[in-house]
Every structure is written in structure tokens, then in C-alpha cells.
């Protein structure tokens, strides 16, 4: 169902899973969420392809605003990025980090689908590979901290990582991706299905659910708000679903509900990820208010192997926001289209 003016692109049938590898460096300097600079200047960061936008993103001013402190000099020249670090060292800025760690802060230090994607994975890789070594992860918030110990990071093997400081690192271990593309692949779909075996018993709310942003768009009204979300929560209910809003659920508790759902509605955003803990093949809607978002949101979906539609909303054109504008749904069409796709 598409009431916008965008056409929905195939991303199953071309879909490049991204490849993993276990890296080691030794007397590498750590800038931003995961930006390693090696003394001759060359960098890795967690993705090997398009890498130039996560520069972009550790000198955008959010980034800036959110991690405040003193970064490398960064030149460019056509495709080509030059990191000198040497500036750091002279006015005393780089931290020494002398004990062997295990890198595992996301590109998006703050992200949900980003912990999802990566940081899951990533622990179970630690526990394999990271013997004597910190978990060296951003963990600044209470779910952030209540996911690491649901993954089993006791407190002695964590080591808070502030991605607004520069470290000198000695010797750093950490997993790299071919490409960032939010794909979920065969490995780590046995880890997410190994941990929603653990929770399934925990709290099922029924096969139908909602993924509703109802408290998330009143605390942030200018953020990507559904204008009748209401009215859909109401339809919804009457044709039987179970309205959850998973940032108020424990993590046990949010991946059962997602364990034993059959049929996934879900306003397009960070909680869909929530849907790698569903059983391969669980049916899902995705409602999304624009393109910006859609195709990561597919390929996580395909790669995941689940049966999957998807609505298209129609976006405020007096909203000057430029990627997160007010939207709306026409939501007996919604309702209808549900009732035609579910299983």
C-alpha cells in the first residue's frame, strides 16, 4: 500500500549480506565511536566500503554536541581523507589505554537498531574471542548497561567507552563489516534466535502486535510523528492486536513479545530491528512515513527472511523538517490492507 508519491524498491533480490572479520591492532589511536588511525595515517572504522560518511558523521555538529572533545585534523582531497593525529598528542589531548580491549561501540554510539546490528553480535564474538581483554563499549544509558548485562558483560569485563575522547590504544580487538548495510546474516541470526530461546517463556502478549511510538512522539513531537497514530492504535485493537511500546519493556521482556508474535505491525523506525528475535518467516508490516529510512528498513527484513509488506504514509508538505517530517495514514486503508496480508 503506497499513499506517498515514492516507489518502493526490490531489495531481496539483489541483497549483498555484509561479511564479518575479527580484527587486531596494536599502537592505534581511537577517535569517535570506533575510528582507527594507525601511525602512518591510514583508517578503518566498522565499515571497509563508504567509510567517507562516518567521518561526516563524527564532524557533524550532533555528533559534536553529543560526545564534546578534541578531534584529529581531517583533510580531504577528492576521495582520499587524511587523519593526522599529531595535534592531539602536542596539546595533551589523546588518553593512554595501556589494557587489551575489545572494541564494540556502533557507529551511532546511542542507536537502538545500531546495538541491535552490531553490539549483540559483537558481545557474543567477545566471549569467544576476547580472552583477558574489557569489553570497551559506550554505556552511558541505563537500557544500554541493562543490555550488556542481559548479554552477560559483568561489571569487571566492562570498560566504559566516551566516544568524544581520543585514546592512544595499545592493543585493540575488534569485528569490521564489508559493508554497514544493516543486513542480518546467517551467524548472527543463530545468536538472536539462541537469545529469544532464553526469553520466549518470559511474556507473550499475543500473535498480533502493534509497535506503537505514541509516548516516544510526545516527548519528541517534531521527530517523525505519526498526526492519527491514535486513531490506528484504536483500529488496530479492535482487530485484535496488542499495542507494545518496547522502550518501556525490560530487554527480556521485549524479546519475547517480538518471539512469539506471528504477525508484526510496526511503525518504521528503530524498533523494527526488534524483529531479528522473530521466528524466520514471521509475517511483518512495515509503516513508514517516508523513502530516507525504507530501503535499510527492507534489507534488514530480507535478510531476516520474513514475509514482509509495506505501507507508505504521506508526509506533511508544510513540514520544513528535512528528514523527519509529520505524517499521516488513511487508516481504514491500513486496517484493510492488515487484514488482506496477515497469515
Not at 22 to 39: C, M, S, W, Y
Request: aromatic share 10%; net charge negative.
Amino acid at each position: 500500500m503506497n499513499e506517498s508519491t515514492f516507489v518502493v524498491p526490490d531489495c531481496g533480490e539483489q541483497l549483498d549480506i555484509h561479511g564479518t572479520y575479527l580484527i587486531q591492532r596494536d599502537e592505534v589511536t581511537l577517535f569517535g565511536p570506533n575510528h582507527l588511525v594507525a601511525k602512518n595515517g591510514l583508517w578503518s572504522c566498522e565499515s571497509r566500503t563508504f567509510k567517507s560518511q562516518f567521518i561526516d558523521l563524527v564532524l557533524s555538529d550532533g555528533f559534536k554536541a553529543a560526545f564534546p572533545g578534541a578531534k584529529p585534523t581531517i583533510a580531504r582531497d577528492s576521495d582520499t581523507i587524511w587523519i593526522d593525529t599529531k595535534p592531539l598528542r602536542e596539546i595533551g589531548a589523546l588518553t593512554e589505554l595501556d589494557e587489551p580491549v575489545f572494541l564494540a561501540t556502533p557507529l551511532e554510539p546511542d542507536n537502538w537498531a545500531r546495538w541491535i546490528a552490531t553490539v549483540i553480535p559483537k558481545s557474543g564474538q567477545f566471549k569467544v574471542y576476547g580472552n583477558g581483554r574489557r569489553f570497551f563499549c559506550r554505556a552511558g544509558h541505563p537500557w544500554q548497561l541493562a543490555l550488556l548485562r542481559f548479554l552477560g558483560i559483568g561489571e569487571e569485563e566492562l570498560l566504559e567507552h566516551n566516544p568524544g575522547i581520543s585514546f592512544l590504544c595499545r592493543d585493540v580487538m575488534t569485528t569490521d563489516y564489508s559493508i554497514t548495510n544493516m543486513t542480518i546474516s546467517t551467524m548472527e541470526q543463530a545468536i538472536f534466535q539462541k537469545l529469544a530461546g532464553r526469553c520466549i517463556a518470559k511474556r507473550n502478549v499475543g500473535d498480533c502486535i502493534f509497535v506503537s511510538r505514541l509516548t516516544h512522539s510526545l516527548k519528541y513531537p517534531n521527530y517523525r510523528v505519526l498526526q492519527n497514530e491514535q486513531e490506528l492504535v484504536s483500529h488496530l485493537r479492535e482487530l485484535g492486536f496488542a499495542v507494545v511500546e518496547p522502550e518501556t519493556l525490560t530487554v527480556e521482556d521485549q524479546i519475547s513479545v517480538f518471539a512469539n508474535a506471528k504477525l508484526v505491525v510496526c511503525l518504521g523506525g528503530a524498533a523494527l530491528y526488534n524483529t531479528v528475535f522473530c521466528r524466520p518467516g514471521t509475517s511483518v508490516v512495515t509503516i513508514e512515513s517516508g523513502p530516507h529510512f525504507l530501503v535499510p528498513h527492507l534489507r534488514l527484513l530480507s535478510s531476516l527472511g520474513h514475509r514482509y509488506g509495506v505501507i507508505m504514509g504521506r508526509q506533511d508538505p508544510n513540514d520544513l523538517t528535512a528528514i523527519h517530517k509529520g505524517w499521516v495514514v488513511d487508516v481504514n486503508r491500513v486496517c484493510r490492507s492488515i487484514r488482506d496480508f496477515a497469515p
